[in-house]
């Protein structure tokens, strides 16, 4: 058990079994679901547990609270990685009083069903809890419209549901200041691309009304618990990321079956090496799990996609790729594209269509291969290297 601040403990679990997050999403490092416990003269449970882990969330708190009843289950988010346990904890604690906002609570009805005692708050409201008083500030959209978080007047900890969160699990500590933090940042990186991506404008929201608070600690609902200067790092990370600020590199995300359009992607960034970008990754759209490919996406300014046609459309992974860009709204961007075929070309006009739709400002020619690789389509591809380096310069 861990005392965080004042009366809080640290009550939440280390998932490191699930594959894949929502499904679609990895987990190299495992993920955590954070849950706070305020021992206070009212005790109050700040969030809760995915459901299956829900017995040794249990024994965390009872091995803290004995047989004491808990009085109060703030509820920040709703999504079920947080929220699955409630149906349970209200067996195990039929008095229990549910406190969120309206929206949250009518879907804590939906979810787990009426019944439940619950407590309405809104925008400011306050729950004091004998040392600690905790104020509720809503934060639509990040990345449900429920999205709250709770603040701690007295100890000045932020609750701060998913905003500031990754993933990775806990290696014995949930205290950045007691851990080597070094593996959080990518994952942080790649939980916003992929979880709050699309919600950028909420986020600067969020981040403008949270501004306004002294915090000296925050408590996420995944990863480390964040204090000091890391404080200012992670906050730093979700305003770059939601305001869609990009760094002079680029992404070449390609699919082949065969190698011929690898050999376009191949010139492309051969070219845009010897034209001094240092940084140029390749992704392949159907070997490389696409939260690695987005969460590379979000940090690079310069985006080159490119793959083979497939059944009178494109091959299928970039397909999926680009629907997964469209949804997340990204912006700023600079965008190549090229593509093969053998006997009648789509997979370039899927593309030119993707573009326009996406509105990233097209740069350098596209270029579409027929068969194999000739010296026209390897100059094009090297041109097309160019102006996007050429464009990337142009901003330095
Ligand atoms: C299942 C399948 C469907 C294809 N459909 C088309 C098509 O509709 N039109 C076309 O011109 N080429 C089509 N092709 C051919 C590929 O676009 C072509 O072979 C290309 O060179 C493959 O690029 P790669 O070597 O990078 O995999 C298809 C290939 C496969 C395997
Ligand atoms: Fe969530
Ligand atoms: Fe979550």
């Known amino acids: 058990m861990t005392t965080l601040k004042g009366k809080v403990h ?79 904890l209200r067996k195990v604690y039929p008095d229990i009083t549910l406190v969120s906002n309206k929206k949250a609570l009518e879907m804590v009805e939906g979810f787990y069903g009426a019944g439940a005692k619950t407590l309405t708050i809104a925008e400011g409201d306050t729950l004091e809890l004998g040392h600690h008083t905790l104020r509720f500030h809503m934060i639509p959209m990040v990345h449900w419209p429920e999205t709250m978080v709770s603040y701690d007047i007295t100890e000045h900890i932020l609750f701060s549901g998913d905003a500031f969160g990754c993933f990775g699990a806990l290696n014995g500590t949930p205290l950045d200041s007691r851990m080597d933090t070094s593996v959080y940042w990518s994952e942080m990186e790649r939980y916003y691309a992929n979880i709050v991506g699309k919600y950028g404008a909420p986020v600067q929201k969020a981040l403008q009304k949270l501004k306004a608070l002294d915090i000296e600690m925050v408590c996420s609902t995944h990863g480390p618990v964040w204090t000091g200067e890391n404080i200012a790092r992670v906050g730093g990370i979700y305003d770059r990321l939601s305001r869609y600020e990009a760094e002079e590199g680029v992404v070449i995300a390609y699919g082949s079956m065969y190698g011929n359009t690898l050999q376009m992607a191949e010139t492309i960034a051969g070219e845009l090496a010897a034209q001094g970008i240092r940084k140029v990754v390749m992704h392949d759209v159907s070997r490389v799990n696409h939260s690695f490919i987005l969460a590379d ?13 497939y059944n009178a459309s494109i091959y299928p992974p970039m397909e999926m790729l680009m629907s997964e860009i469209e949804m997340r709204d990204m912006k700023n961007r600079y965008l190549g594209y090229f593509g093969s075929f053998s006997w009648a070309c789509h997979s370039v006009k899927r593309l030119a269509a993707f573009s326009e739709k996406v509105g990233f400002e097209v740069t350098g020619t596209p270029v579409e291969m027929k068969q194999g690789m000739k010296e026209a389509t390897c100059a094009a591809c090297r041109e097309l290297g160019k102006a996007m380096a050429d464009r990337l310069k142009a901003d330095r």
């Open 10 to 88: 640290y009550v939440g679990v280390n998932d490191r079994v699930k594959t894949l997050f929502e499904g679609l999403w990895p987990l190299p490092y495992g993920v955590t679901y954070n849950s706070y416990l305020i021992a206070d003269d009212k005790v109050a449970l700040v969030d809760s547990v995915d459901v299956n882990f829900f017995d040794l969330f249990l024994e965390k708190v009872k091995g803290i609270l004995g047989e004491r009843p808990i009085d109060y289950l703030v509820i920040n988010h709703m999504e079920p990685d947080h929220s699955g346990a409630i149906r349970l």
């Open 297 to 309: 996406l979000f940090r690079y300014k310069g985006i080159i996609l490119g793959a083979p046609t």
